[in-house]
């Protein structure tokens, strides 16, 4: 609908795409409390709408802004018939949009160009959500459901909570549950014209479709007469085709000017029904239930009063603080002024104290009450321990958490001649929601044992979506360097920022800021107490020496290399001493013959090529002297890009494979691996930008293919390359393979193989920089430092600023030794004294950790690495969309697990396109894309099939088509 009141039918705006930000993580969804789950919080959103271009995955936004926080459950009824839980719950809510940004493209939407003249930089959001299960999807599911709305202007003025100026609702002895319909916000405007919103107001059945109530009217009741004049005589097509997809729910008529005032009320009427409450048409006779003809029932009438919150009305406080909440309060769509409003607190020994319980209305129609924390926060409840969704095996019985903090409803509404009354509310409206917050009491110096842990450990066992990124219950894995800066910068962060920590919100100010210090100066303890576990009591407590890990399975009792029984490989995990150099190494080798033909190349395979190959400044050859020129040089570091990129689906995809709680030691050095391949990802991009060039990230042509033959840049050219789960002979026929250390007499006898090695890949890239020398480095151009100081924690390496000649070398050398190793004598990274990833991998497929046997000899007869495949999800190989069945819940974790992955490429691509410090988004992304792999992981494939549990797994593709 234009301003002019008129219905638009081909306007570009009608199809166009509603999005959140493409760079960052998705907005969060936080309920107040585990006992509160129904009021939700969105933090972090921002807002806006485009639409698609040149076929392109992603849209051109016509606007973008920030979402204002709000609860998004308002207005709850039971929407779905049929179906007696909170599923069957339907709900609206109102926001706003602010500092919205405006792109060129919103001038092709005549209809957008009249809301942009009319805004104000500020927009209103309504949203209506219903049928959040509508497929009956097994209990793991929350993310099925149907959202309808609208967007129009936001008025100086208007409540937060607007919605409308004046409301339908149903008489007080119809509200839920026994209520057919439900509240209507309206508004008439200056054009007299009629808006009703009837998203949130009609029945749906238990397939979400809306329910035949026979024909309903909106129309004006005249109480003098006792008759209803319909606005029109045509009903309201609410069971037309896609009505509330089309329509939002919202009905729009032309009326009369002064058709509505304070004897003549808006009504929703259902026709041809008996009981109380019917009328008869105006110029008809009153029938008074003798004729059914011409009566109708009123399902819906104004109420002259609508009071709502002013802004937003859910608060969180500690100790002493407060908060003031206004309430506005209309009378037929005006301010309404000294009107009485009470505030009521039933429980006697309440957490929470207000200023007065009654006031009155403002010239604004507003009245405001203060609310107040006038005692400590020490009152705790108890929550059961979720359990682990897939560990194989007995699960311990569920404990009991303590949790601290309590959540207050604190009803409202007007009164009238000293009676207390809320006819426009249900159970869950006209509520005032305060979660008051205990304090820290604890005294410096902080300490793990004492003053974290307790905390750390109650969001560990309430939130198990965080062991995806770090083990909250673990000093050592909360204390490695990386982990106490992504704790100290999300900590730290805006509270309405998607990333802060924690997530839910529900820590107060004085216990943060306890936990900030402790993370700046972690110590372990006051004093070493040598504590045991004791699951007798729901005590956990902490040794120095003690690591706390839930039992997933019991240890297989074989070690890992008897899956490989039959191969002959094996030996080389059984031999008592290995020299590794080049005379013996190639002896050790008795899969050689595998490795070796995963090097050769087809002639007749245009791919496999590089703009360096074969390139050595050693060489006489005089063609490979053309070879090393800067355009060439950059051509190969994008490739080199490209591969790094490469590992790093493969390395998470089985790394998440991992159940939680399994697998630790297998899962800690695969974690080690991954993490420093994104820093070499990093490495040979800063290379690639100091020559002059930034790298192409965003591409289709950029993203890796799952299955395919070899890296790219023709490295292993005839490796098969899958996505799967962790197996011990993916491990060794693809991980190990890949890191393989370029050691001559693998290759000697096979001259076409030389080349083909990741560290030989490299070399070329070394000798044509020191070739071309220090002049190709531009120092004014801007390159990516870790976002963190990383001086402290070795364990990762280095990312190398490169200025020369020799910082490049050395940001090179650091990428050959994480893999291959200091060289072919010495398995060991050099830089990080940790073994390089070659050697790591082996350690799996042996079972055993690498150890010294004497100054020239090592043997994998270390400490044993376990592994139990029980504690895998049973993923399909190779995920992809192909398969997938829309509206699953494999369909709905695949998707958003892809658009956070498409966000990751836009975001590395600002990075490194003259946005250094666009690699802390980065990392922030990284964190929750690993959240949805984890989901990927855990949803079956086909919720159909009885037999196979095979999971869905993540989507790398590059597009996303439906």
């Known amino acids: 609908v234009n301003k002019d009141g008129e219905f638009i039918k081909d306007d570009p705006v009608i199809g166009a795409s509603i999005f959140d930000n493409y760079r960052k993580p998705f907005a969060k969804l936080v309920d107040l409390d585990v006992d509160a789950q129904i009021y939700s919080t969105i933090y972090g959103m921002q807002f806006g709408i485009g639409w698609k271009q040149n076929d392109e995955d992603l849209p051109t936004h016509a606007f973008k802004g920030e979402w204002t926080r709000n609860v998004i459950v308002q207005n709850v009824w039971q929407k779905m018939k049929g179906l007696e839980s909170s599923d069957s719950f339907g709900t609206s809510s109102t926001t706003t949009i602010t500092n919205i940004v405006w792109s060129e493209s919103y001038k092709h939407s005549p209809i957008l160009q009249e809301l942009e003249e009319a805004s104000g930089n500020q927009l209103q959001v309504s949203l209506s959500l219903y049928s959040?299960?509508?497929?009956?999807?097994?209990?793991?599911?929350?993310?099925?459901?149907?959202?309808?709305?609208?967007?129009?202007?936001?008025?100086?003025?208007?409540?937060?909570?607007?919605?409308?100026?004046?409301?339908?609702?149903?008489?007080?002895?119809?509200?839920?549950?026994?209520?057919?319909?439900?509240?209507?916000?309206?508004?008439?405007?200056?054009?007299?014209?009629?808006?009703?919103?009837?998203?949130?107001?009609?029945?749906?059945?238990?397939?979400s479709t809306l329910i035949d109530i026979g024909p309903i009217f909106l129309g004006i009741i005249h109480d003098a007469i006792e008759c209803v004049e319909l606005i029109s005589s045509d009903p309201i097509p609410y069971l037309s085709e896609n009505w509330i997809k089309k329509t939002g729910g919202i009905v729009d008529y032309q009326i009369s000017p002064g058709s509505l005032t304070s004897s003549a009320s808006l009504v929703l009427v259902q026709q041809n029904s008996t009981g109380e409450d019917t009328y008869s048409e105006c110029g008809q006779k009153i029938l008074h239930g003798e004729d059914d003809e011409h009566k109708y029932l009123v399902l819906l009438r104004e109420s002259a009063h609508y009071i709502r919150p002013m802004g937003f009305y859910l608060q969180r406080l500690e100790y002493l603080e407060s908060a003031e909440i206004p309430i506005y309060v209309t009378h037929l769509?005006?301010?309404?002024?000294?009107?009485?409003?009470?505030?009521?607190?039933?429980?006697?020994?309440?957490?929470?104290?207000?200023?007065?319980?009654?006031?009155?209305?403002?010239?604004?129609?507003v009245a405001s009450f203060t609310f107040t924390v006038p005692k400590p926060v020490n009152k705790k409840r108890t929550y059961p321990k979720p359990k682990c969704p897939r560990c194989p095996g007995e699960q311990p019985e569920a404990r009991t958490l303590d949790i601290d903090g309590q959540v207050y409803y604190i009803e409202y509404g007007i009164s009238e001649n000293d009676q207390t009354t809320t006819t426009q509310c249900t159970g869950n409206d006209c509520n005032i929601l305060i979660k008051t917050l205990s304090s820290n009491t604890a005294t410096r110096p902080y300490t793990w044992d004492d003053d974290v842990y307790p905390i750390f450990r109650?969001?560990?066992?309430?939130?198990?979506?965080?062991?995806?990124?770090?083990?909250?219950?673990?000093?050592?894995?909360?204390?490695?360097?990386?982990?106490?800066?992504?704790?100290?910068?999300?900590?730290?962060?805006?509270?309405?920022?998607?990333?802060?920590?924690?997530?839910?919100?529900?820590?107060?100010?004085?216990?943060?800021?306890?936990?900030?210090?402790?993370?700046?100066?972690?110590?372990?303890?006051?004093?070493?107490?040598?504590?045991?576990?004791?699951?007798?009591?729901?005590?956990?407590?902490?040794?120095?020496?003690?690591?706390?890990?839930?039992?997933?399975?019991?240890?297989?009792?074989?070690?890992?290399?008897?899956?490989?029984?039959?191969?002959?490989?094996?030996?080389?995990?059984?031999?008592?001493?290995?020299?590794?150099?080049?005379?013996?190494?190639?002896?050790?080798?008795d899969d050689i013959n595998y490795y070796r033909a995963t090097l050769k190349r087809s002639a007749t395979d245009p791919k496999c090529t590089r703009p360096l190959y074969g390139y050595s400044r050693e060489s006489d050859n005089p063609n490979f002297s053309k070879l090393c020129t800067l355009k060439n040089l950059q051509d190969q570091l994008q490739i080199a890009v490209q591969i790094e990129f490469a590992t790093i689906p493969l390395y998470l995809t089985s790394l998440y494979s991992i159940v939680d709680r399994c697998n630790v030691e297998i899962y800690e050095i695969l974690r080690g691996v991954a993490m420093q391949e994104m820093l070499h990802l990093v490495q040979v991009a800063n290379i690639l930008i100091a020559t002059g060039r930034d790298p192409i990230i965003d591409s289709f042509n950029f993203v890796p293919k799952y299955p395919s033959k070899g890296l790219p840049g023709c490295v292993h050219p005839n490796l098969k390359v899958n996505l799967e789960k962790f197996n011990?002979?993916?491990?060794?026929?693809?991980?190990?393979?890949?890191?393989?250390?370029?050691?001559?007499?693998?290759?000697?006898?096979?001259?076409?193989?030389?080349n083909n090695t990741i560290g030989q890949f490299y070399h070329e890239i070394e000798d044509c920089i020191e070739t071309l020398g220090s002049d190709i480095f531009q120092e004014k151009k801007s390159q990516v430092d870790w976002p963190w100081d990383l001086k402290?924690?070795?364990?990762?390496?280095?990312?190398?600023?490169?200025?020369?000649?020799?910082?490049?070398?050395?940001?090179?050398?650091?990428?050959?030794?994480?893999?291959?190793?200091?060289?072919?004598?010495?398995?060991?990274?050099?830089?990080?004294?940790?073994?390089?990833?070659?050697?790591?991998?082996?350690?799996?497929?042996?079972?055993?950790?690498?150890?010294?046997?004497?100054?020239k000899h090592y043997a994998y007869k270390g400490d044993r690495i376990s592994f139990d495949s029980r504690g895998v999800w049973p993923m399909r190989p190779n995920p992809s969309k192909k398969g997938i069945t829309k509206g699953t819940n494999c369909y709905t974790a695949a998707k958003s697990f892809h658009e956070i992955f498409r966000a990751l490429l836009r975001e590395l691509q600002t990075t490194f396109s003259g946005n250094p410090r666009g690699i802390i988004n980065t990392v922030e992304l990284m964190e929750s894309l690993l959240v949805h792999i984890k989901r990927t992981m855990r949803v079956k494939f086909d919720e159909d099939d009885d037999v196979d549990d095979e999971t869905c797994g993540p989507v790398w593709d590059y597009h996303w088509d439906d």
């Open 132 to 207: 959040y299960r509508h497929s009956d999807p097994p209990p793991n599911n929350f993310s099925l459901g149907y959202v309808v709305g609208t967007i129009g202007i936001s008025n100086a003025g208007e409540p937060l909570n607007y919605g409308g100026d004046r409301v339908l609702i149903p008489k007080v002895s119809d509200f839920p549950p026994n209520a057919l319909t439900f509240k209507a916000p309206f508004k008439v405007h200056s054009q007299n014209l009629l808006t009703v919103d009837l998203s949130n107001s009609l029945p749906v059945n238990i397939y």
């Open 333 to 365: 769509g005006n301010p309404a002024e000294n009107v009485a409003v009470y505030v009521k607190i039933d429980d006697s020994e309440s957490g929470v104290a207000v200023d007065t319980t009654m006031k009155t209305t403002n010239s604004d129609g």
């Open 458 to 589: 109650q969001y560990y066992f309430l939130y198990p979506v965080m062991g995806d990124i770090l083990n909250l219950t673990d000093y050592d894995s909360v204390t490695k360097h990386h982990n106490l800066e992504l704790l100290k910068h999300s900590m730290n962060l805006d509270f309405n920022d998607p990333n802060y920590m924690p997530a839910t919100r529900d820590l107060s100010p004085s216990k943060q800021q306890m936990i900030l210090e402790w993370l700046a100066n972690p110590i372990r303890s006051k004093l070493f107490v040598n504590f045991m576990l004791d699951d007798s009591d729901d005590k956990i407590h902490r040794s120095q020496h003690m690591k706390y890990i839930p039992v997933c399975a019991p240890p297989e009792t074989t070690t890992a290399q008897s899956e490989f029984s039959s191969r002959s490989y094996l030996s080389v995990c059984m031999r008592d001493k290995i020299a590794f150099n080049t005379n013996t190494v190639c002896d050790d080798m």
């Open 728 to 754: 011990l002979k993916h491990v060794h026929d693809v991980f190990v393979t890949i890191e393989q250390p370029n050691i001559t007499c693998i290759a000697e006898p096979f001259p076409e193989l030389v």
């Open 792 to 855: 402290d924690n070795n364990n990762l390496g280095k990312v190398h600023i490169v200025k020369d000649v020799s910082t490049a070398l050395a940001g090179i050398k650091e990428i050959i030794e994480q893999g291959e190793g200091s060289g072919p004598l010495d398995p060991d990274d050099a830089l990080t004294g940790q073994l390089a990833h070659y050697y790591r991998f082996q350690e799996i497929v042996c079972g055993r950790k690498l150890k010294k046997v004497d100054d």
